[in-house]
């Protein structure tokens, strides 16, 4: 209010220069936004001439005035206190039946939808929009006038819709606008509409306008601005918000036959099977009477179409009448692949055909969950209260939310083909869900808001099935760990340590079994200069035989001209290094795993190549004038030149336990964990069935019985 004189300013709005009204309503759409402001204005007669401007002004003038009334509504000013002022200036419609004291909301509803269908420029429209969006988000109110409430909501603007019946549409084409500003009050009105509807008409009402809506294309239409994220992040999280609201209402109703429409949805379903082929099954003459007889009422004439019995109105009860609305969706979209799947169905025994109702209603169930349509209003709005940072944009947004009947499609179609793949039946139809509901989990929940759902429908139908398996094993362990954390934990750790005792003997027996390596060829000084013979030279000048003692404290060693078939004893080994000497061992052995294999003792001997794979053992050697082994000098005790990956493992590892210190090698690594994770599932089954269920299972009785009976040891494998 600061430098504006509103008396002045309300002058200005009344002159007979144009240019004067346009500055004068230029200034106030800057400040009537201002509650204190606006109180003023109106108590100063300006409400009467902005109304005036509303009505009959064009161009920017036009624009400033929306705008301006748009704002002043936006404080809850202005609602029904200019009426009388208003009727005055309709006074040509005041013989007409409709005529009212608040004939000028009437006016103003109807001269704001014609602007919004037929003008064209785009500050015209965001005003205008913005107007209808005060008005439809309006509660009802009761006129100062006639004691009468005034109607506010999206009945306020059918009388208008009727007269201009393409409003609608014109309100979805609005989306498509390049100007975001006007896109956000497209859809922000659009919003309300559907708020409105939803929460206030009929049963059989609100259905039909979400339809229109949706053939419209809005949906569509909202997808292809959510690139736009500065302007229309908040209508378009709200959409997404009353998307949801429509799911779950539709979940709530409640699938009735004495309803025509769903009725007329399971008779569809049923025409769409193609009932009058025969079953596969059956044995047809092709006589009169038997083509009469297959017309008469099939006896499974729901649970062929996967309903668990023929009364299938109840089996939607827990996902309403949205389970039925995918089904039939699906049907009609995919009605030959729908009969296609039928008939292979029927050429299969009753129990491994999979229920097609179903899994299109487990699939309406895990789409339902993962979205987390059930959620409150108030997770809704913790979501717009995140929305202050555009960096969550991406984490709010699910557009693959609004592609709802393309996911239901897809998630239907990858259950029918895990089903076929894993050769299900009908007791394993659960197992089955739960891999689509890991399948939706991974593809839907993991794909990014950029990416477009025809790639999310390949990527759902090209998953691997052994994948998926690996993933479900995954998650099994998390939930024993969610569920049992504390004491897995401490299971674990102490398996762990057994685990690594057991390795380590067996590790130290490998030492103690003994080895051959082989001598790699070094070229040392006093044997002259190498040449070209030396090079050639693929097997090694000599043999070097390992082994460790029996009482665990010497290294047993000797060279041999070549390797022998046989183990040589310790009686043939002189040389000896003691362990107590030993400072450390080094080697090259790669700490992560590689392909060995593990007969090659089977395969036909070839000639050895020098390996590069070295373990040297440092140690101090007492010399005769020290007597203190810190003034000794740390010397390479033993060279050993291991011929593969897995020898290297165990002479390594078994080496460093041995001088008790941790192992460093994968394959030690790995076969630890082999033996800590064999070790807990062997405690697992140790857990007892009164330890989880809280009781003894009930124990059959032998009354009755001979004895002529068997123990099915194996569980019937």
Same mark, same amino acid.
């Given at each position: 209010?600061?430098?504006?004189? &509103?008396?002045?300013?309300v002058e200005r709005l009344g002159s007979d220069e144009d240019a004067v009204r346009k500055m004068a309503v230029f200034k106030l759409q800057s400040n009537i936004g201002d509650p204190s402001f606006a109180e003023v204005f109106i108590a100063s007669g300006g409400l009467n001439k902005l109304r005036f401007l509303a009505l009959n002004a064009t161009g920017n003038t036009l624009a400033y005035s929306l705008t301006s009334f748009s704002?002043?509504?936006?404080?809850?000013?202005?609602?029904?206190?200019?009426?009388?002022?208003?009727?005055?200036?309709?006074?040509?419609?005041?013989?007409?039946?409709?005529?009212?004291?608040?004939?000028?909301?009437?006016?103003?509803?109807?001269?704001?939808v014609e602007l919004v269908v037929t003008h064209p420029l785009v500050n015209i429209l965001r005003g205008a929009m913005s107007i209808l969006v005060a008005i439809v988000s309006h509660p009802q109110a009761v006129s100062k006038q006639t004691s009468q409430p005034v109607v506010f909501g999206f009945r306020a603007l059918k009388p208008a819709i009727a007269v201009h019946p393409q409003f609608l549409e014109m309100l979805v084409s609005?989306?498509?606008?390049?100007?975001?500003? @006007?896109?956000?009050?497209?859809?922000?009105?659009?919003?309300?509409?559907?708020?409105?509807?939803?929460?206030?008409?009929?049963?059989?009402?609100?259905?039909?306008? &979400?339809?229109?809506?949706?053939?419209?294309?809005?949906?569509?239409?909202?997808?292809?601005?959510?690139?736009?994220?500065?302007?229309?992040?908040?209508?378009?999280?709200?959409?997404?918000?009353?998307?949801?609201?429509? @799911?779950?209402?539709?979940?709530?109703?409640?699938?009735?036959?004495?309803?025509?429409?769903?009725?007329?949805?399971?008779?569809?379903?049923?025409?769409?099977?193609?009932?009058?082929? #025969?079953?596969?099954?059956?044995?047809?003459?092709?006589?009169?009477?038997?083509?009469?007889?297959?017309?008469?009422?099939? #006896?499974?004439?729901?649970?062929?179409?996967?309903?668990?019995?023929?009364?299938?109105?109840?089996?939607?009860?827990?996902?309403?009448?949205?389970?039925?609305?995918?089904?039939?969706?699906?049907?009609?979209?995919?009605?030959?692949?729908?009969?296609?799947?039928?008939?292979?169905?029927?050429?299969?025994? #009753?129990?491994?055909?999979?229920? &097609?109702?179903?899994?299109?209603?487990?699939?309406?169930?895990?789409?339902?969950?993962?979205?987390?349509?059930?959620?409150?209003?108030?997770?809704?709005?913790?979501?717009?209260?995140?929305?202050?940072?555009?960096?969550?944009?991406?984490?709010?947004?699910?557009?693959?939310?609004?592609?709802?009947?393309?996911?239901?499609?897809?998630?239907? @179609?990858?259950?029918?083909?895990?089903?076929?793949?894993?050769?299900?039946?009908?007791?394993?139809?659960?197992?089955?869900?739960?891999?689509?509901?890991?399948?939706?989990?991974?593809?839907?929940?993991?794909?990014?808001?950029?990416?477009?759902?025809?790639?999310?429908?390949?990527?759902?139908?090209?998953?691997?099935?052994?994948?998926?398996?690996?993933?479900?094993?995954?998650?099994?362990?998390?939930?024993?760990?969610?569920?049992?954390?504390?004491?897995?934990?401490?299971?674990?750790? $102490?398996?762990?340590?057994?685990?690594?005792?057991?390795?380590?003997?067996? %590790? &130290?027996?490998c030492l103690l079994q003994g080895a051959w390596f082989p001598d790699i060829l070094g070229y040392k000084q006093d044997h002259g200069p190498v040449t070209k013979q030396d090079l050639k030279r693929t097997v090694p000048s000599s043999w070097r035989y390992v082994r460790l003692s029996h009482n665990r404290r010497y290294l047993h060693y000797a060279d041999f001209e070549v390797q022998g078939n046989y183990e040589p004893g310790l009686?043939?080994?002189?040389?000896?290094?003691?362990?107590?000497?030993?400072?450390?061992?080094?080697?090259?052995?790669?700490?992560?795993? %590689?392909?060995?294999?593990?007969?090659?003792?089977?395969?036909?001997?070839?000639?050895?190549?020098?390996?590069?794979?070295?373990?040297?053992?440092?140690?101090?050697?007492?010399?005769?004038?020290?007597?203190?082994?810190?003034?000794?000098?740390?010397?390479?005790?033993?060279?050993?030149?291991?011929?593969?990956?897995?020898?290297?493992?165990?002479?390594?590892?078994?080496?460093?336990? @041995?001088?008790?210190?941790?192992?460093?090698?994968?394959?030690?690594?790995?076969?630890?964990?082999?033996?800590?994770?064999?070790?807990?599932?062997?405690?697992?089954?140790?857990?007892?069935?009164?330890?989880?269920?809280?009781?003894?299972?009930?124990?059959?009785?032998?009354?009755?019985?001979?004895?002529?009976?068997?123990? $099915?040891?194996?569980?019937?494998?």
């Open positions: 209010m600061e430098n504006i004189n &509103i008396t002045e300013l704002r002043l509504l936006e404080v809850d000013k202005g609602w029904d206190c200019v009426s009388q002022e208003l009727i005055a200036r309709v006074s040509a419609l005041r013989n007409s039946a409709c005529w009212s004291p608040d004939l000028w909301l009437i006016v103003l509803r109807c001269q704001v609005r989306l498509s606008s390049a100007d975001h500003a @006007l896109c956000a009050n497209a859809l922000q009105l659009i919003n309300s509409l559907m708020r409105d509807a939803m929460t206030n008409d009929a049963e059989n009402e609100w259905p039909r306008f &979400i339809k229109r809506l949706q053939d419209l294309g809005v949906i569509k239409a909202v997808l292809m601005q959510s690139s736009a994220l500065h302007d229309l992040a908040h209508p378009i999280l709200e959409f997404q918000g009353l998307t949801k609201v429509l @799911l779950r209402k539709w979940r709530e109703v409640k699938v009735d036959l004495e309803k025509p429409e769903h009725r007329r949805a399971l008779k569809g379903l049923h025409l769409a099977s193609n009932p009058d082929r #025969p079953d596969k099954t059956e044995k047809h003459t092709g006589r009169v009477e038997d083509v009469k007889k297959s017309r008469r009422h099939n #006896p499974e004439k729901w649970r062929r179409l996967g309903f668990q019995t023929e009364s299938p109105a109840w089996e939607f009860g827990e996902v309403g009448f949205l389970g039925m609305m995918d089904l039939t969706d699906f049907v009609r979209r995919h009605e030959d692949g729908f009969q296609k799947i039928l008939l292979e169905q029927s050429t299969k025994n #009753p129990e491994q055909r999979c229920p &097609i109702t179903r899994a299109s209603l487990a699939v309406t169930s895990i789409l339902y969950e993962h979205f987390g349509v059930g959620s409150s209003d108030t997770e809704e709005a913790k979501s717009y209260l995140a929305l202050d940072s555009r960096t969550n944009f991406d984490g709010l947004f699910k557009p693959l939310l609004l592609q709802w009947s393309r996911l239901h499609t897809a998630g239907l @179609l990858a259950l029918f083909r895990m089903w076929k793949a894993t050769g299900a039946e009908l007791d394993d139809f659960g197992k089955v869900v739960e891999l689509i509901k890991i399948l939706i989990e991974q593809v839907v929940g993991q794909t990014p808001r950029t990416k477009d759902v025809s790639e999310v429908e390949v990527e759902i139908a090209e998953f691997d099935y052994m994948r998926l398996r690996e993933m479900q094993m995954e998650l099994l362990e998390e939930a024993y760990e969610d569920a049992w954390g504390a004491h897995l934990g401490q299971v674990r750790e $102490e398996l762990k340590h057994e685990a690594l005792q057991f390795v380590k003997e067996q %590790r &130290i027996r009686d043939m080994l002189p040389e000896k290094i003691d362990l107590s000497i030993v400072s450390s061992v080094v080697s090259n052995v790669s700490a992560t795993s %590689r392909s060995s294999n593990s007969s090659t003792e089977t395969l036909t001997p070839i000639p050895a190549r020098p390996s590069t794979t070295k373990i040297t053992i440092h140690g101090y050697l007492p010399s005769p004038d020290s007597s203190q082994r810190t003034d000794n000098v740390e010397q390479v005790l033993l060279t050993l030149n291991p011929q593969s990956h897995s020898l290297a493992s165990e002479w390594l590892d078994g080496l460093l336990m @041995l001088l008790n210190q941790q192992p460093i090698t994968a394959e030690t690594t790995k076969l630890i964990n082999l033996v800590c994770n064999y070790g807990l599932k062997i405690r697992l089954l140790n857990v007892r069935f009164e330890d989880h269920l809280g009781g003894e299972p009930e124990m059959p009785g032998r009354e009755g019985l001979d004895e002529d009976y068997y123990y $099915e040891v194996f569980g019937g494998m």
